[in-house]
T-cell receptor, first 114, second 110 residues
Framework: KAGVTQTPRYLIKTRGQQVTLSCSPISGHRSVSWYQQTPGQGLQFLFEYFSETQRNKGNFPGRFSGRQFSNSRSEMNVSTLELGDSALYLC?????????????FGQGTRLTVV | GIQVEQSPPDLILQEGANSTLRCNFSDSVNNLQWFHQNPWGQLINLFYIPSGTKQNGRLSATTVATERYSLLYISSSQTTDSGVYFCAVLRGGSNYKLTFGKGTLLTVNP
């Protein structure tokens, strides 16, 4: 069974641009969540989707958005990039999206904003 | 929100030594996972352990939910065990949002 797949793995963008990251969950998993990892703030929750609905959102500005498609694949978008958005973005999938289901993470997308 | 504290923040060992990493959390949880972050950034699942004890090779974990802590034991450490170990919890009543500790950076020297 294939794991969680994130694309692209690395990305360099210029301040002010926008970026879209993609996450394909493990087959059969319906919940996808996104996390940002920076040296200063650690791992922080961005948002979670289940059956194409955003169920939970972390404390990030509106420039951060996401969506989930009917095949459970998810994208997140960051508009008007700032230098502080440079981070490792991790996606996780879980089978049922309930509180007791185990989460599995992808390899991440490392975004550098210059 | 729930607080997760991991200790120690850094740990340096010689190959072959044993170690214990601790995770304290501030409220009851439905889900607790231990991860190892590899050099490329991926979080590798070690244990899903909201309560009880589990073992997998040289690694084992124990969660005492009533006392709000979990321990990860690494025996006979190897250089490949180096990296950051994270504890993450999910509190009852919330949707799927894992709260992570700041991690323990483990360095195993040959």
């Amino acid at each position: 069974k294939a794991g969680v797949t994130q694309t692209p793995r690395y990305l360099i963008k210029t301040r002010g641009q926008q970026v879209t990251l993609s996450c394909s969950p493990i087959s059969g998993h319906r919940s996808v969540s996104w996390y940002q990892q920076t040296p200063g703030q650690g791992l922080q929750f961005l948002f979670e989707y289940f059956s194409e609905t955003q169920r939970n959102k972390g404390n990030f500005p509106g420039r951060f958005s996401g969506r989930q498609f009917s095949n459970s694949r998810s994208e997140m978008n960051v508009s008007t990039l700032e230098l502080g958005d440079s981070a490792l973005y991790l996606c996780a999938s879980s089978p049922r999206g309930d509180r007791v289901a185990e989460a599995f993470f992808g390899q991440g997308t490392r975004l550098t904003v210059v | 929100g729930i607080q997760v504290e991991q200790s120690p923040p850094d740990l340096i060992l010689q190959e072959g030594a044993n170690s214990t990493l601790r995770c304290n959390f501030s409220d009851s949880v439905n889900n607790l996972q231990w991860f190892h972050q590899n050099p490329w950034g991926q979080l590798i699942n070690l244990f899903y352990i909201p309560s009880g004890t589990k073992q997998n090779g040289r690694l084992s974990a124990t969660t005492v939910a009533t006392e709000r802590y979990s321990l990860l034991y690494i025996s006979s450490s190897q250089t490949t065990d180096s990296g950051v170990y994270f504890c993450a919890v999910l509190r009852g009543g919330s949707n799927y949002k894992l709260t992570f500790g700041k991690g323990t950076l483990l360095t195993v020297n040959p």
